[in-house]
């Protein structure tokens, strides 16, 4: 029975995931459609995957992300990331996030997004510690095709255009976009997502 409160934990949680699709992809219209979302293999495997990465089982961990690509065609998460709650991938293809990557709560990306490094030619002069991966903030929006690149920071609330190659900090509130770069603050401030709602009402 001791295991009865993990059990509900991680159901409340694939609940949680489903209802974050339905919520961001006006094509869905039922639950099983939401559990046929092409990027929550990936997620979920993730999950099983980074406590084992952290746990020095990195090729176990490698071996369950390398599934997770397969079975969401091309979604690769490195089990070193840590994902915060409420991420939503449209449609999954090709988007890369890095080892050191930290993406935080309600975050959607699109496809073919990078949270990546900006090369190992640069990365192997780094002191013992620091960072390669960017941290995406609270709420973020990255449209298709865009790059994060390096250490960086983008803030909460954040909406990064398609296609835009960031490699530096972005402040909280900002929208950018390529070619015209930052703007700040953003004309109005975003509505809580629904996720943020639902998390606070089961709190």
Not at 7 to 26: Q, S
Not at 149 to 171: E, K, N, Q, Y
Request: proline residues 7%; contains cysteine.
């Amino acid at each position: 029975m001791s295991d009865v409160p993990g059990v509900r934990r991680t159901w409340r949680r694939l609940r949680a995931d489903l209802r974050v699709v339905m919520e961001r992809d006006p094509s869905v219209r039922s639950v099983t459609e939401a559990c046929l979302a092409s990027y929550l293999p990936a997620l979920w495997l993730h999950r099983l995957a980074h406590p084992l990465y952290q746990h020095n089982h990195r090729v176990l961990a490698r071996i369950l992300s390398l599934l997770g690509r397969i079975l969401s065609g091309g979604c690769d998460i490195h089990p070193g990331a840590r994902i915060g709650s409420g991420l939503f991938i449209d449609h999954a293809a090709a988007v890369v996030i890095g080892e050191e990557a930290v993406i935080g709560a309600d975050v959607t990306l699109f496809h073919q997004v990078t949270l990546g490094a900006v090369g190992w030619w640069r990365d192997s002069r780094r002191l013992p510690g620091e960072r390669r991966h960017p941290t995406v903030g609270d709420g973020v929006v990255i449209g298709t095709g865009a790059s994060v690149l390096g250490p960086v920071h983008i803030g909460d609330r954040s909406l990064v255009g398609a296609h835009c190659v960031i490699t530096c900090d972005i402040p909280a509130g900002s929208r950018v976009s390529s070619p015209a770069g930052v703007v700040r603050p953003r004309s109005a401030p975003r509505p809580p997502l629904p996720t943020e709602t639902h998390r606070k009402e089961s709190a």
